[in-house]
């Protein structure tokens, strides 16, 4: 027998072969089919044929439509309706085409028998007719075809047929409509239809097709799932519950998970289980139990032992939902069966332990005296080290075991933890590797869960703890501590692993017992060739974190201290692991500890230098270097800030004004110390209170003539560190500040470099003074706005925007007070804004506009000009603003209204105008078009939205490259924003457009029109698209067609190899019109070099990449250290911000970033 395609798993076993040489042989012996039509062939005619002219023409249009995949049940368990072995195969496809009632059958429970009318199964063709007639029958009688209708008809009909078919039929949808029958009917007929439930399980219990015994025991239990509390009082309910139980251990496979899922679903969902004043616990599950025990007693020690597996995979489901009584009896012949050295028995048994525990059941079914007395007989059953397995299963139910107790009692949890810890660390000597990470996964586990939530109730532990909780966590501990031993080294990567989760766990209140643990890594640390360096660091520093600093130290000590004879400081790692793990620690052992050492170190390296010995003095200075690098992570929400910050605060301003390599960790540290450890009002006060003291510090680091030399790394930290240090500050104290920074800024005797610095310190602390020193701060730096110093111009608007960003009352206050001013400022100054000076002057605008109301219309409008010519600015800043604030605008003319769709009519009739001046203005209008359709969409009415994609046509037809290029750009915003439906009464005019194009254009940006041809034909379709262009672009969308066609089949192949990845993230499109037009152009370059990858392209290219300006200066190529700025290698930026220049630099193209 020939196969092809990919068989299922399993199937290949099953298939008959040819025998060698016989591949070719005519005739096969299995005859079945061929006999089967000839019988019918020749079978005599009934003379009532129901085969009408009508009745073939239904035929023929059902038989078009293709036979439907086989229905599955609601449940999705099994299919519905599978044919059985012995049923009959012979089936007529025509079948279904004279099936009445059934297509219209107005009951929503039967929706899905629907679905099999055109199936060739023969049961679904009983279905299928046996709901037909019995739905013609309520008809015919005048029903509803409700559900206790189709109940009484279906059962009268249980009742009358007689062939295994027609009954599994009728049970199957007895079994969909009994689900929605209301219960009163159900349990008022309870008597009755169990007794024909229970007569058809007995008359078909043993019989050869199981179909019906399926559906069958499905209805009893819907049955016996839909009685009340009071039913289950009855002996006759408790009858029928066992009758079904008894089919549990059926021959059958298929009966037999029917029957455990109905016992399942009575103990667990029945409904009374769920109203008010339910019980805990079904009143049959004592019953389950005692059968479930029984049928294992009666199985014995049978070496097949198929009933006792039959009854342990029952048992993994009910164990959590039987009361206490009988889960103790069912767990004692769990523990019996287990002796009888059957291993898949043994499995069964180890998988209903795990099921009870998981399931984390209430004390009425699972106490703690019971949970901990399984636990204790469950060590009588441990594996070896060397069985996979069965290893595997006991460590995952002991770790459910004990977690469960944990829950329902902890300390009797931890005093059966302790003998676990040592098992599981013997595991760590298995020889698979899966035991020893099971081992690790399932102490880290109990130390989470079980022990880390309880620690607090300790207190302080130690080794002289003579019993109770304290003494069973040292136990636990010492266990976890063999594992440093030689004997487990194979297991240490493990072994680390535990002892970072008993540290992060623990170590905050059993330090003591501890320490020699500590010394033993760090022994471990020191040995030559160790292997787990990076988990044993991680280890400790967990440590660390936890118990502090200080305790590490004592029990492991840097050995450091300046007058050392070698040069090879052993301890010296646990300079970095202390930097990267210290958290909430004291502030004052850095005083007390490592400042004195730092201060010995460097002057080691002092004395090191003058002795000329170099490698020896650098070695001290990055030492101390080191200490001091840990001043940050001390200040990371330390607990002595109020008592402690005095004796540093001295120290940490001799550091900024004298040692210029400590500035930037001082900054760094004290910046951390106000945003990350002052949380309260008194370590704020605390800190603020050496305001006086830090910040003429900072500012003179910031402005002296000698900070021009420096990097701008440092003056930005320093900088930086201002006005985190201006947030703790008293008002009184800034606006005393910013009066002696403003004389500085006046005075003529001054360098640039100090005016640029004061006023840079002045954009710090205006948003931190008084009303009256804004008053007199605007006054000054007012004239500033038109000054022909670019820098200074540009600082003067930071104190504008500082002002109008701030939330303080005071800077809302005077904006609000000077809003004219303002306004009739910011108009004076626009004819001189120099371009670095955009940035931030749009950025004031932009909060300005944000307090108008509807009488600065005029004002608002005045804006708009300056505003579009900004989207094309140099700066990627000043051009982000003026996209903001072309959006901040139309919320102003919302907010002027009166209506939406009349306010946003206003504001583009205002931008249209850009439309008619230069071809930059008009380029711009465009973008800016393109910009408020993008966030205004839904308030711009079909009228206007007519006349904005026809203006934007016209820019199409224009001779300028670039406002070609701004109009297809809009094209493509439009054709992701709009709807089809809004589109397509657009698509005639855009498609003129485009194919008016002079033949220069076309050619010019023939990848974007094939990129924007390519997505209209995606949403129109293609016919339509050719229809409206003209002959010259058929070539082009015929190649446009082809190429979406191959791709289609590329992404096909990939799919259908598996080499597309899954979890590779998905980039969204739309999130900002940049980010679309980015994606276009994007789009255009990969189909442009798409397949031409040549052996050039394949080498290795040499490349450089320019970074531009800091903030918003052009980058000045005279400057002698602008060849610093030259990258070898991308800097993981947004590839957007990179733009090539024409200027060949070491070989290849020159790209510039912005800052």
């Known amino acids: 027998m020939g196969r092809s395609g990919k068989l299922r798993s399993g199937s290949a076993s099953k298939l008959k072969r040819w025998r060698k040489g016989h591949s070719s042989d005519s005739n096969p012996e299995g005859r079945r089919y061929r006999l089967a039509a000839r019988g019918r062939l020749l079978a005599p005619r009934s003379e009532n044929s129901n085969l009408t002219v009508d009745a073939l023409k239904l035929h023929n249009e059902l038989q078009s439509s293709g036979p439907l995949p086989a229905f599955r049940d609601v449940e999705g368990a099994q299919p519905c309706m599978e044919d059985d072995t012995n049923a009959e195969t012979k089936t007529h496809r025509s079948s279904a085409t004279f099936l009445s009632g059934l297509s219209d059958c107005t009951n929503l429970t039967f929706s899905k028998v629907q679905r099999l009318w055109e199936s060739n199964s023969a049961a679904h063709k009983e279905i299928c007719a046996v709901l037909a007639a019995v739905t013609e029958v309520i008809r015919a009688q005048g029903g509803t075809e409700s559900e206790t209708e189709y109940f009484g008809a279906l059962m009268t009909t249980l009742e009358a047929v007689e062939s295994p078919e027609s009954m599994a039929a009728v049970a199957y949808l007895l079994n969909l409509v009994l689900k929605r029958v209301p219960g009163p009917v159900l349990i008022k007929k309870f008597s009755d239809t169990s007794k024909a439930f229970m007569g058809i399980l007995s008359s078909q219990a043993y019989g050869s097709s199981t179909l019906a015994l399926r559906w069958v025991l499905s209805c009893l239990a819907t049955l016996l799932r839909r009685q009340n509390l009071v039913a289950w009082n009855y002996p006759v309910t408790m009858q029928v519950f066992h009758g079904l139980l008894s089919f549990t251990v059926h021959v059958k496979p298929k009966v037999r998970k029917a029957a455990q899922h109905g016992v399942c679903s009575i103990l667990r969902g029945s409904e009374f289980l769920f109203g008010d004043g339910a019980p805990s616990l079904h009143p049959a599950a004592s019953s389950a139990a005692k059968f479930c025990v029984q049928e294992i007693e009666k199985a014995g020690g049978a070496k097949e032992a198929t009933t006792t597996l039959h009854v342990l995979t029952l048992l993994r489901d009910l164990l959590p939902c039987l009361p206490a009584s009988s889960v103790k009896l069912c767990c004692e012949t769990l523990l019996r069966v287990m002796n ?3 291993v898949l028995v043994t499995a069964c048994a180890m998988n209903a332990f795990h099921s009870l525990f998981a399931a984390q059941p209430p004390s009425s079914s ?29 460590l995952a139910v002991m770790e459910r075991a004990h977690v469960n107790l944990a829950k329902l009692q902890w300390e009797l949890c931890w005093a059966h933890l302790s003998r676990l810890f040592s098992v599981a660390m013997g595991s760590f000597l ?19 869960e079980c022990v880390a939530p309880h620690m607090a109730e300790l207190g302080l532990v130690s080794s002289a703890t003579p019993s109770g909780p304290a003494a069973h966590v040292c136990k636990m501990f010492r266990a976890v501590e063999e594992g440093l031993m030689y004997r487990f080294h194979a297991a240490w990567a493990s072994v680390l692993q535990v002892l970072k989760a008993f540290f992060e766990s623990c170590g905050c209140q059993c330090h003591p017992i501890m ?45 450091i201290d300046g007058t050392e004879e070698t040069l090879d400081f052993p301890r010296s790692w646990l300079l970095p692991v202390l930097r990267d793990h210290i958290h909430a620690a004291p502030l004052g052992f850095f005083c007390t500890y490592f400042l004195p050492l730092a201060t010995t170190l460097k002057n080691r390296a002092t004395d090191l230098a003058q002795a000329e010995r170099h490698l020896e003095a650098k070695i001290y200075d990055t030492l101390q270097c080191q200490v001091w690098n840990l001043l940050p992570s001390f200040c990371t929400q330390p607990t002595d800030i109020v008592s402690s910050f005095k004796a540093l605060a001295r120290t940490l301003g001799m550091a900024i004004s004298n040692r210029s390599d400590l500035r930037l960790i001082v900054c760094q540290a004290l910046r951390r110390l106000i945003n990350k450890g002052c949380q309260t009002d008194a370590e704020r006060a605390e800190v603020g209170r050496f305001a006086k003291n830090f910040l003429p510090i900072l500012f003179n680091a910031y402005s002296q003539q000698d900070a021009a030399t420096e990097s701008p790394v440092q003056r930005r930290s320093v900088l930086d560190t201002i006005r985190a240090y201006l947030t703790v500050t008293e008002p009184q104290m800034v606006c005393g500040f910013l009066e002696k920074a403003i004389e500085k800024l006046t005075s003529p005797e001054n360098s640039e470099f100090t005016r640029l610095s004061m006023l840079d310190l002045v954009v710090a602390m205006a948003p931190y003074v008084d009303e009256k020193s804004l008053h007199s701060l ?23 925007e500082e002002i109008c960003a701030s939330d303080r009352p005071a800077c809302q206050n005077f904006v609000q007070s000077h809003l004219k001013d303002l306004q009739s400022t910011l108009l004076g100054s626009l004819p001189s804004a120099s371009s670095p000076a955009k940035r931030p002057r749009l950025k004031c605008l932009l909060h300005v506009v944000k307090q108008f109301t509807a009488e600065h219309e005029d004002f608002v409008t005045a804006l708009v000009p300056e505003v579009i010519l900004c989207t094309k600015e140099v700066s990627v800043g000043a051009r982000k603003n003026a996209y903001n604030l072309l959006v901040e605008i139309g919320h102003a003319f919302l907010r002027f209204g009166p209506a939406a769709d009349d306010a946003m009519q206003r504001y583009l009739l205002v931008v249209y105008a850009g439309l008619t001046g230069s071809v930059t203005m008009m380029s711009c209008t465009v973008l800016a078009l393109a910009r408020l359709l993008f966030e205004f969409k839904e308030h711009i009415s079909p009228a206007a939205l007519e006349q904005l994609v026809q203006h934007i046509c016209l820019m199409i037809g224009s001779r300028t490259r670039d406002v070609v290029k701004s109009a297809l750009g809009f094209l493509k915003v439009a054709l992701l924003l709009l709807d089809v439906e809004l589109l397509g009464r657009h698509l005639q005019t855009m498609l003129e457009a485009i194919g008016g194009m002079s033949d220069d254009m076309r050619r010019h940006f023939r990848m974007k029109l094939r990129n924007l041809l390519s997505k209209l034909i995606r949403k129109f379709g293609f016919d339509p698209v050719r229809a409206l262009l003209p002959d ?19 992404q096909a192949l990939k799919r259908a190899a598996g080499s597309v990845e899954e ?36 080498r290795q290219r040499a490349q450089a990449w320019l970074k531009e300006g800091e903030g918003d200066e052009p980058l000045n190529f005279l400057d002698p250290h602008v060849a610093h700025r030259v990258l070898g290698k991308d800097q993981g930026l947004n590839a957007n911000c990179w733009r090539p220049l024409s200027i060949p630099l070491l070989g290849g193209k020159m790209k510039t970033r912005h800052a």
């Open 778 to 800: 605007y006054g000054i730096i007012q004239p500033s706005l038109q000054n022909k110093d670019h820098g200074i111009q540009k600082k003067a608007y930071r104190v504008l």
């Open 1032 to 1050: 010259s672009y058929h070539k082009v969308l015929l190649n446009v067609r082809k190429a979406e066609a191959r791709n289609r089949k590329r």
């Open 366 to 394: 699972l106490p703690a005296e019971l949970n901990a007395q399984i636990i204790t007989a469950l060590y009588d059953y441990v594996p070896s080290v060397g069985d996979l397995q069965p290893l595997l299963a006991w």
């Open 340 to 342: 009888l050295s059957h």
């Open 430 to 448: 298995s020889p698979h590797t899966q035991v020893v990470s099971a081992a690790a996964q399932t102490l880290k586990v109990l130390l989470d």
């Open 515 to 559: 320490r020699k643990c500590l010394q033993s890594l760090a022994d471990l640390r020191g040995s030559p060739h160790f292997p787990h360096t990076n988990l044993l660091d991680q280890a400790v520093g967990a440590a660390v974190a936890t118990m502090g600093p200080e305790v590490v130290l004592q029990a492991v000590p840097l050995d």
């Open 1063 to 1098: 979890d590779r993230p998905v980039r969204s499109k739309g999130e900002s019109m940049e980010e679309v037009l980015a994606d276009s152009d994007s789009e255009d370059e990969s189909k442009q070099h798409d397949g031409k990858e040549t052996k050039k392209a394949l």
